[in-house]
């Protein structure tokens, strides 16, 4: 038996004598278990609830059916480490300064995730949920910014942002590798990494099935990350794939398909399924190498919208019937309080929290929308974007312009109307500023943008070179 939150027929029977009261009915209600899913890097188009046909991922999909597919689902940043900040702690990563990669070679150890942020995991831990991290964490190096010293019990996993699947850390220290509770696992004990990361899940599963409190699982999957490393077992569901890279990322999304199979199995047979809230998501858009984001716009590291809609769903069989897709624009933001929310835990400052509960708009209760804005800033403000209805405007940093677009009418983003609505585009403009006042610059520099910056020359250079022996006519 899990704890229970009571209701008390007395105090609610007061109000109703002098107010009514609105809210939830008296009952006892069991406080769900909490799972986040989290793939990394996997891009928009690469599931099959979305559409996804060359890689299977039957669990998956089985999963949405069973619960809700957000058709407009934002990660809170294009790149992995501030999208995670995001999550965690529920609120825009810069207003505490982590919108950026941690350095790649020469990290401080003040570099990482604030410790004085409230992580899900700090506020369900205090509220009595057992609670672990299996997977890639990226959020910081010292060892201060690890799971086990931000509200996880039982951490399984690696703290960089990358791994080799076969748990080689080459010529770094083994404390770069995969570790249990902070101490490295014998790289003998490494098969192939989603696999351990699936197994040590439905370990942690099976344990805290028989305690007698709720548990929180954090499941961070670095597939479909590079590097693109897969078993020759999975590499056979996608032998009909005639683009390599293409062939390695989908056994490595098919893999991590297999794993969350074995994790709901463990929960149906552990007789948890029911009551266990499970949020599925990608950290950020595919990147360039296997992923597919189409028919949207743009890739990993962008505010297009293949760099920051991704695969997202939710299922908590409970509360939620199942079969519904939900239309509305709502942000990895929204996962915080709506965990909170369903595990009548407490935020000590909650009006920090930038989300919003979804529970009520995804039982039909509350028929408006999540939100009015939604925001992204990478780069110290290198880029940025702004939603506001069905109005997004993009300040893109590697192209040094600005865009503007209506998602209603085009959400493929292949319409830039900046010149032709310049009065929208002020609008969103001040709007962006009026967020950022509220933010602080970056603790450090960013490593990506160097990527991203690199990304587009490339391109730029491939579209120019493609024109040079055309023959051109008039002035
Ligand atoms: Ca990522």
């Not at 010292?142 to 942002?161: I, L």
């Not at 069905?390 to 312009?401: A, F, H, L, P, V």
Request: charged share 25%; aromatic share 12%.
């Amino acid at each position: 038996m899990k704890n229970t939150l009571f209701l008390f027929f007395g105090i609610l029977s007061f109000f109703q004598c002098t107010t009514p009261v609105a809210g939830p009915t008296t009952s006892t209600v069991e406080r769900p278990n909490v799972i986040i899913i989290l793939s990394d890097d996997q891009g928009w188009a690469d599931v099959g609830f979305n559409g996804c046909t060359d890689i299977p991922t039957p669990n998956l999909d089985q999963l949405a059916k069973e619960g809700v597919v957000f058709k407009q689902g934002y990660a809170t940043h294009p790149y992995c480490s501030p999208s995670r900040a995001g999550l965690l702690t529920g609120r825009y990563q810069q207003r505490f300064g982590h919108e950026n990669n941690l350095p790649y070679t020469e990290a401080t150890i003040e570099d990482g995730l604030p410790v004085e942020e409230v992580l899900i995991s700090e506020t369900l831990q205090r509220s009595g949920y057992a609670t672990c991290a299996v997977g890639k964490w990226h959020l910081g190096d010292s060892a201060r910014f690890w799971p086990n010293n931000q509200g996880f019990d039982d951490w399984y996993g690696f703290f960089g942002g990358g791994m080799s699947y076969w748990g080689d850390t080459g010529n770094k220290p083994a404390i770069s590798g995969v570790l249990r509770n902070g101490q490295p696992v014998p790289p003998s004990e490494i098969h192939y990494l989603t696999d351990d990361f699936s197994r040590e899940a439905v370990n942690y599963i099976e344990q805290y099935s028989k305690e007698d409190k709720p548990f929180f699982l954090y499941l961070a999957y670095n597939a479909p990350h590079t590097p693109l490393h897969a078993t020759s077992e999975y590499m056979k569901v996608m032998e009909h794939q005639e683009d390599g890279e293409r062939a390695v990322y989908g056994a490595m999304v098919y893999a991590m398909d297999r794993g969350i199979g074995e994790v709901v199995r463990k929960l149906k047979e552990t007789g948890e399924y029911d009551n266990t809230l499970i949020f599925f998501y990608s950290d950020n858009g595919g990147a360039l190498r296997g992923a597919n984001n189409q028919p949207y716009r743009g890739h990993k590291g962008m505010l297009f919208e293949g760099g920051i809609r991704v695969p997202f769903c939710v299922s908590w069989p409970a509360v939620l019937p199942g079969g519904d897709v939900y239309e509305k624009p709502i942000s990895a933001l929204d996962i915080y309080p709506t965990i909170l929310k369903a595990a009548g835990a407490t935020h000590p400052q909650p009006q920090k929290l930038d989300g919003i509960d979804l529970m009520p708009f995804l039982t039909g209760k509350d028929l408006s929308k999540p939100h009015d804005e939604l925001y992204w800033r990478y780069s110290d403000g290198a880029g940025y974007a702004v939603r506001k209805g069905k109005y997004k405007m993009i300040r893109s940093g590697y192209k040094q312009k600005f865009l503007l677009f209506d998602m209603d009418n085009d959400p493929f983003e292949q319409n830039n109307l900046a010149s032709v609505m310049p009065e929208k585009l002020e609008e969103l403009k001040d709007l962006y500023a009026r967020w950022n006042r509220e933010t602080i610059p970056a603790r450090w520099y960013d490593p990506h943008g160097e990527n991203v910056l690199k990304e587009e020359a490339r391109r730029q250079d491939f579209i120019d070179g493609a024109s040079k022996g055309e023959k051109r006519t008039g002035s």
